[in-house]
């Protein structure tokens, strides 16, 4: 036997529910002549009587039962089929898994991705923080679409990505306003003897901040070292050493910190980079984001 024909099906399903050919033909819209005839071309591909006539109605042979059991799981299954594809269209949103590398600042993170929650698309937000180096090996099996990072992609990885530099910004000094009482004498001498938090090692401004202090002759007390830079905050936020953040979001520190802001320097640059495997950007979060650092953030 053929496949099986589904409009063949059709016809004897409602056949079958209304227990006439002319009631069927009302409801499908069809003249009853044409209906017969399909019932009939069914039953001999079937090769079974799937009706016996009462009258003017027709009764289903036991053949014709267990078809119509079958027939009403197709039909069913396909009404589910329908609506789960309504509901995901109702519902379909822009999945977007974005790396967030722990050096960064988690406040500009925050302020550069929320751009791409603004689309007209609805965005679905997936986000991963840890080191630069894994999260790139993610990026590499698209298992993440970017990578906030604040340096470039490393050369010497195998690894096909596109560094795009979202912007750049001075540092600034940060602490609580009993430890900036403290300190004596004005920026940057004030920050001699100082207590500090230092980002960790994988914080590309270190070494430039490092460089600084000792350019600048200045040596204050280093009390910790943090890869991660929302809890190097949260120790500043306690007063227990002074912290540096971009300054394109000082304001946003202090309220956010309740601190206030000790000093600036233009000379240490903090820049952010969005690594994608694309080379041209493409993806409309990614968009977003670029332009919202572009024109809001570093601007």
């Known amino acids: 036997m053929d496949n099986l024909n589904f409009k063949h099906l059709k016809y004897f ?62 039909f069913a299954i396909s009404n589910e089929l329908i609506d789960a594809l309504h509901v995901q269209k109702s519902r379909k949103s822009l999945t977007f898994r974005v790396g967030i590398a722990d050096s960064v600042s988690k406040s500009i993170a925050y302020h550069l991705v929320e751009p791409a929650l603004r689309l007209s698309e609805p965005v679905r937000l997936i986000c991963r923080e840890g080191r630069l180096a894994a999260l790139l090996a993610e990026l590499a099996i698209h298992h993440l679409d970017m990578i906030i990072a604040d340096r470039p992609m490393p050369a010497n990885l195998n690894v096909r990505g596109y560094s795009h530099l979202l912007g750049e910004s001075g540092i600034t000094f940060f602490g609580t306003e009993h430890l900036a009482g403290q300190l004596r004498g004005k920026f940057p001498t004030c920050l001699n003897g100082a207590p500090l938090l230092l980002p960790g090692e994988d914080a590309a401004i270190r070494p430039q901040l490092i460089q600084w202090f000792e350019t600048n002759g200045l040596r204050p007390e280093i009390l910790g070292e943090f890869d991660d830079s929302a809890l190097m905050k949260a120790f500043g936020q306690a007063g227990a050493g002074l912290f540096v953040a971009p300054t394109t979001l000082a304001s946003h520190v202090c309220e956010q910190y309740k601190t206030v802001a000790i000093g600036r320097i233009d000379t240490v640059i903090e820049r952010l980079y969005a690594i994608t495997t694309e080379r041209r950007l493409t993806h409309p979060a990614i968009v977003a984001i670029s332009k919202a650092a572009r024109e809001d953030i570093f601007g």
Do not use: C, D, M
Request: avoid cysteine.
């Open 13 to 74: 399903w409602t056949v079958a529910k209304t227990g006439s050919i002319a009631r069927a033909s009302e409801q499908l819209h069809l003249t009853p002549q044409s209906i017969s005839g399909q019932l009939t071309e069914f039953e001999e591909r079937l090769g079974v009587e799937l009706f016996r006539r009462t009258g003017r109605n027709r009764e289903l042979t036991e053949a014709g039962r267990r078809i119509l059991s079958y027939a009403e799981e197709i």
